[in-house]
């Protein structure tokens, strides 16, 4: 997730783009809640004199003090413990920091209680449209009472805490009533948009093992209805564990025999029943893909994002009862997890269905302007594609609502932050915020009371020790570094599914650097405070925010007879795009021809994701591997960004030091 530029260095003083005024930053509920943990915790006094030395001085106490800062987050927002916790942490130590042992809460439970207000349970939780751009309402009441009913249905279908429980679905309604219900009973929630196809899915489902999946029988994308209903059945005919499939009829289709209908289950009246859990019981379980093997299945509990969100969303984001948060999303990406996290500040929550740019670029600000979006998230793809696409939407529609637009999913380059500051309002708010799936949070992003530097992220976040490492394990400042964090964050998994003794966890985030969290990220924290992300440093392939391991790719694209072996590169580029080259060793007497070409993306496009087909497929003389046979990704993506080989690789690890010429040369040649 997030933002790039040359990182500043201490002799240079740049201009903020925008500076919150005295009014915006005496409202904000971060000044509020420095206020009152003042008197309550012992925090610093906001200073709103100097905002930048007062957040400054917050966010150190919230990392040296990390237990005053969490007790002080769970009173601010009212958090309710049907037991009390016997301390905030047991165990700081990472992996395995114990947090609010004894606690037991329910996620949903928070999520809904706005629906528990006589004067809000008539107005929108959320407000959802597709291509079609008419848009529905669900009042808190009426979630309510859908996430009661469907949690009741779930429950005399066997569910019990623990259980999983699937989504095949698209950023509709039913997903989130799905999600909230599944987390009413104690169950696990897991979720995939249907443009995966089956392989991909199941990748994902069959290590879980869910009991109920939620179904559609197709999506309408591009100003087109896709029929899903044959990925359906295989998905049914995969998964031994099913003991229901329920149906969605998205495009009228009626339900498969064997299935229930989802009208059914949603229609009952009854009050709402929320299983008390431990603070570390599961929430859901999201994927992320390393460079071999199966996705990770990354597991978070109901506590942990309870809290981080209601401090991202709260105090970051600044959102409450007023707002309506909308963010471009797919139910496969975590960023929808946190969309729906908007719930927790009370703000209405903006889903839309549909592919952002259609039937025009600028579909996205049309979406904004007839919701009344206050809080506008978006990838910085689409800034970039905007800004190319010559978009106006400051001119072309009525934005006045939006206070806030937020960015992630890859870098915002300077142009971006110009951009969005230019054509859509000039005192605006840029939030460009980076984080990840691993922790479905920010590490750092917005803070509504400090200025926006171009291609820079405001501060790191509260409670997150942010630091950039050299690769002696040195905290640099001023200079790019592994992002590292050297406390734990409620919001870190718990553990991985099917990773008994937690040795893929370790060696995901702390082999480098044992005992603090290395994320994978090139960062820079500068002598101001400010952030810039660099884009990963690792081979995670992250496209339009959707990541995926380059296995994924290789497992599909060398079941073709003509592909020997491939290796697959992603590289941020200076200008925010992002180049995803597909290098292929073809098999003795096949030719790299058109018709290949698009077999390869067709293969891609129907078994993995289409956000996965690469921009260009090259053939080469053969594909480098480190002694132990493992495929150099990480060597070659340097390379590629123009790092000499003797910087990028130790040469006594390559079966073929001359293979890596190759890459070399191409990367000299496309300058």
Known sequence: MSTTSEPATPAQTPRPLWRPGPDRVNDAQVTRFQTWAAGHHGAPAADLADPVAGYAALHAWSVREPEAFWRAVVEWFEVRFSTPYETVLADPSMPGARWFPGATLNYAEHALRPAGDPARADAPALLHLDERH???????????????????????????????VSGYLPNIPQAVVALLATAAVG??????????????????F??????????????????????????????????????AVVHIPLLGTAAPEGTLEWDTLVSGDREPAYEQVPFDHPLWVLYSSGTTGLPKAIVQSQGGILLEHLKQTGLHMDLGPQDRFFWYTSTGWMMWN?????????????????????????????????????????????????????????????????????????PLPPDGFRWIHDEVKEDLWIASVSGGTDVCSCFAGGVPTLPVYIGELQAPCLGTDLQAWDAYGKPVTDEVGELIVTNPMPSMPIHFWNDPDGDRYRESYFEMFPGVWRHGDWITLTSRGTVVIHGRSDSTLNRQGVRMGSADIYEVVERLPEIRESLVIGIEQ????????????????????????????????EQLSPRHVPDEIIPVPGIPHTLTGKRIEVP????????????????GSVDDIGLLAFYEELARTRG
């Open 206 to 243: 069959q290590q879980v093992e869910p009991v109920v999946l939620f179904t559609v029988d197709g999506y309408r994308y591009g100003g087109k209805e896709h029929d899903r209903t044959a990925v359906v059945a295989e998905l049914r005919a995969e998964l031994p564990s099913l003991r």
């Open 187 to 204: 169950g696990v929630w897991t979720s995939c948009a249907p443009d995966f196809g089956a392989r991909s899915v199941l990748d994902r």
């Open 574 to 605: 200076p200008d925010g795009g992002y180049w995803m080259p597909l290098f292929v060793q073809l098999a003795d007497g096949a030719e790299l021809d058109d018709t290949l070409r698009d077999k390869v993306k067709r293969t891609i496009r």
């Open 338 to 410: 946190f969309l729906v996290g908007g719930l927790l500040a009370g703000s209405t929550i903006v889903l839309y269905d549909g592919s952002p740019g259609f039937p025009d670029t600028g579909a996205q600000w049309g979406v904004a302007e007839r919701t009344g979006t206050t809080v506008f998230g978006t990838s910085a793809a689409y800034v970039i594609a905007c800004r190319k696409a010559g978009v106006h939407p400051g001119r072309d529609h009525d934005l006045s609502a939006v206070k806030c637009v937020a960015t992630t999913g890859s």
């Open 134 to 164: 008419d848009i529905g309402e669900t009042s808190w009441a009426a979630l309510r009472r859908q996430v009661a009913s469907l949690a009741h249905e779930l429950r005399a279908l066997g569910v019990r805490p623990g259980d999983r």
């Open 636 to 651: 070659v993506k340097k390379l590629l960004q123009g790092t000499p080989l003797a910087k990028a690789v130790n040469p």
